[in-house]
């Protein structure tokens, strides 16, 4: 098919990836490969500074895994000890608003970890770099399972509150709606066999999701309000005391923290993958 | 320009020369809507309430249904490959092929689909505007669809990972679709969303053929 393996766009970098021997700058690898790119690599990757070689990156991760999962339990243990305890029950709500606390960061968490697919898909469209479509591909599950955790938890919340589980609203449904991009972008991971294809592939299917979500947000607060508007979400983000305000911002910490340490779990050991891959297929090439 | 036109004729007369063509996308569309009675219930007021939805739904459906066809015949046999080399720009080859795929798929569903309305308990007065949401918003659908359909290009189990892509896109356009479609029915105001429908299917023309043509070039490698 096509012109195979030579061409600039085809050109792939896992060899590089799998060896280890990653040139600081990408400047000498792009070099025969697309002049416009060797124009800006330099600089724009310079600034990402060394952390784009994969071969000092898998040092940083490991070290930095350790250092995320710490914060993370450290947060979570004092954010849940405010939460449960410290913080004052909800005057109207009573207790139940403390769900609010693993609610909220979920559900920024959602957001954030979408947020962090595209630009990470954007960066390796862009400068064709493997350790940002690995970066993506990472963040897929997580963000997915903290938008799960978003929905439940909401869910849960809504029983008491508004007396059902579920209301179509319009927040909701765009959430809902998320999860559901979420799930079709690792399905394409997951159906592309190889794996430079398969980042490109996600790679648009990100971007074009990231311009429908504002649409399918709009939308959807439209339609809900058409058919119903008396379930308001309550709206006291920044009129909220300070002895509630900082077990909700430990937890949002704590819970980026997490994710933060299982991204870089995942994207050590797809790198590792992606090297045993290599192998196996230059061994397989050497076998008569 | 020649060449577009060519090849709008070309995959059209495919389509209605192959596969049923223009009838079977309209018949798939029919069944649907023939079933939702027998699921629902014959209660002429709950289809009434439930018509618009089920109307867009079921277009819905089958312009999912015949997308995995836009380019997965020609990437089979290598006619997509010989597309890519002509001069004609990749961007211009997808929206000829959207354009076919409208007009075999989605035009049937426009000039036909208001006839199913009074199985829906809808009233005659109906008709005119279901086929005015239809014109107004199958564009989108053929043109996001293209954009999943360029995405699995050449992948198994195809036709799933098209609905897994599709389906979340095509939210808003469900939503106005059934809005506006509600709103004639109801007699309210349906001009808003309407030209709401209208602005996403110029929106998707504005991105999908670029992103479809992206898609296309990443996997026929």
Redesign the interface.
């Known amino acids: 098919m096509g012109g195979g393996r030579g061409t600039a766009r085809q050109y792939d970098l896992t060899p590089h990836l799998a060896s280890g021997q990653f040139p600081h700058r990408f400047g000498c690898v792009f070099k025969k490969v697309d002049q416009r790119i060797v124009t800006h690599a330099p600089t724009v990757l310079g600034q990402l500074h060394g952390l784009a070689n994969p071969h000092r990156f898998m040092g940083f991760a490991s070290a930095a895994t350790p250092w995320c999962m710490a914060l993370a339990g450290t947060l979570l243990i004092a954010g849940l000890y405010g939460a449960l305890f410290a913080a004052p029950a909800d005057y109207q709500q009573g207790d139940s608003a403390r769900i609010m606390y693993v609610h909220v960061p979920a559900a920024w968490l959602a957001m954030a970890g979408y947020s962090g697919i595209v630009i990470a898909s954007a960066i390796g469209l862009i400068f064709k770099h493997p350790l940002a479509d690995t970066a993506a591909k990472s963040m897929a599950l997580p963000g997915a399972v903290f938008t799960a955790l978003a929905l439940i938890t909401g869910s849960l919340w809504g029983k008491p509150t508004w007396g059902t589980f579920w209301v179509w609203d319009a927040r909701l449904t765009s959430v809902l709606v998320l999860l559901f991009l979420y799930v079709g972008y690792m399905a394409i991971w997951e159906a592309i066999e190889e794996p430079t294809r398969a980042a490109r592939a996600a790679a648009i299917l990100a971007l074009v999701g990231a311009v429908n979500v504002p649409i399918i947000h709009y939308s959807v607060e439209w339609w809900s309000t058409l058919h119903q508007g008396t379930s308001v979400l309550r709206k006291d983000g920044p009129s909220m005391p300070w002895s509630m305000l900082w077990p909700l911002l430990s937890m949002a910490f704590a819970y980026q923290a997490l994710f933060a340490g299982i991204v870089l779990v995942r994207m050590r050991s797809e790198i590792l993958e992606r090297r045993l891959r290599t192998r196996r297929l230059s061994l397989g090439e050497e076998a008569p | 320009m020649r060449a577009f036109w060519g090849l709008v004729w070309r995959d059209t007369v495919l389509a209605a020369r192959i596969g049923g063509g223009f009838g079977l996308g309209f018949g798939f569309f029919a069944l649907v809507i023939a079933l939702v009675p027998l699921g629902v219930g014959p209660d002429p007021e709950t289809l009434r309430q439930a018509a618009p939805g089920l109307l867009w739904l079921a277009a819905i459906l089958s312009v999912l249904i015949s997308l995995d066809r836009l380019f997965q015949a020609d990437f089979e046999d290598g006619t997509l ?1 010989i597309l ?1 080399l002509s001069p004609m720009p990749l961007e211009l080859m997808v929206l000829a092929k959207v354009l076919a795929h409208w007009l075999t798929a989605c035009l049937p569903l426009v000039l036909a689909g208001p006839l199913l309305c009074p199985i829906l308990g809808l009233p005659v007065e109906a008709m005119v505007p279901t086929g005015l949401t239809l014109l107004a918003g199958t564009p989108a659908l053929s043109l996001i669809g293209a ?1 999943g359909a360029a ?2 290009v050449g ?4 036709g ?2 098209i609905a ?2 599709c ?3 095509f ?2 356009t469900l ?2 679709g059934a ?1 506006a479609l509600k709103a004639a029915v109801d007699g309210t105001e349906m001009l808003t969303p309407l030209v ?1 429908l209208a602005a ?1 299917s110029l ?1 998707a023309l504005a ?1 999908a053929p670029w ?1 479809a043509a ?2 296309l ?5």
């Open positions: 490959d890519r954009i995405l699995s992948v198994r189990r195809g799933l990972l897994a892509i389906l979340p896109l939210a808003p939503i106005f809005g709401l996403q929106f991105i992103a992206g898609a070039r990443v996997n026929m490698t």
